[in-house]
């Protein structure tokens, strides 16, 4: 979904795409506006969706409540003997494990618990196996890598993810653990509001970086 959504971006000639430069600079006074790759663009509204360590978020100095939750993920790509489009969650008696699909019949299998718990000292065999057990009739994995992830799981959140000029969507506003496999969807959800919002202040003649549409966004 996100290669498809990249791919109609890079095709729209109403939209200037730059990739491969991050930006240097931020302002949202006078108007908003952005230096990327030596080049100033101004704009009506900033849209950070840079991630949870958001740059723009920093530069503009909005708080971020961050807190570390002393869990570990493990995350491991496999396939599965029957192909199925749906992400699946099953909670566990010390963490939980998600499978997500990904693309080619490729799968994200994403096991947390503790940081302290045994499962991450074992080697990858004693893994496949647990894993194995865990998604019993559930998933029928077939196969998995032989590389597994392993990073420690945190979360965050704005108390405020819009101010006159900038919206922070997404992770740049709440950065939530892959467990539950819903950081995607709430991005979008994320988007839905913002546009609503948008459809309103048109309405009304407000102007979209002003603290009124930000206070309505929060």
Not at 140 to 163: N, Q, R, Y
Not at 167 to 175: N, R, V
């Amino acid at each position: 979904l996100q290669n498809h959504l990249a791919e109609m971006v890079l095709k729209n000639k109403n939209i200037n795409c730059v990739l491969g430069h991050k930006p240097t600079e931020i302002t949202l006074e006078p108007k908003p506006s952005v230096v990327v790759n030596k080049k100033k663009y101004s704009a009506d509204l900033i849209i950070a969706a840079d991630g949870g360590r958001s740059w723009c978020r920093q530069q503009l100095k909005m708080p971020f409540d961050f807190k570390d939750w002393h869990k570990k993920a493990i995350i491991i790509t496999a396939t599965l003997s029957k192909r199925q489009s749906d992400a699946v969650l099953r909670f566990l008696s010390f963490g939980t494990i998600a499978c997500i699909p990904t693309k080619d019949n490729q799968y994200q299998i994403i096991l947390t618990a503790d940081a302290d718990h045994p499962i991450f000292d074992h080697d990858i065999e004693f893994v496949h196996a647990q894993i194995k057990t865990y998604l019993e009739g559930v998933v029928d994995v077939e196969e998995m890598s032989t590389k597994p992830a392993i990073f420690p799981l945190s979360e965050g959140v704005a108390p405020k993810v819009a101010i006159p000029g900038c919206i922070l969507i997404g992770d740049s506003g709440f950065m939530i653990p892959p467990v539950g496999a819903q950081g995607l969807n709430l991005a979008f959800y994320d988007i839905a509001v913002l546009i609503d919002t948008i459809c309103e202040a048109k309405h009304a003649n407000k102007k979209i970086s002003s603290l009124d549409f930000a206070n309505r966004f929060n």
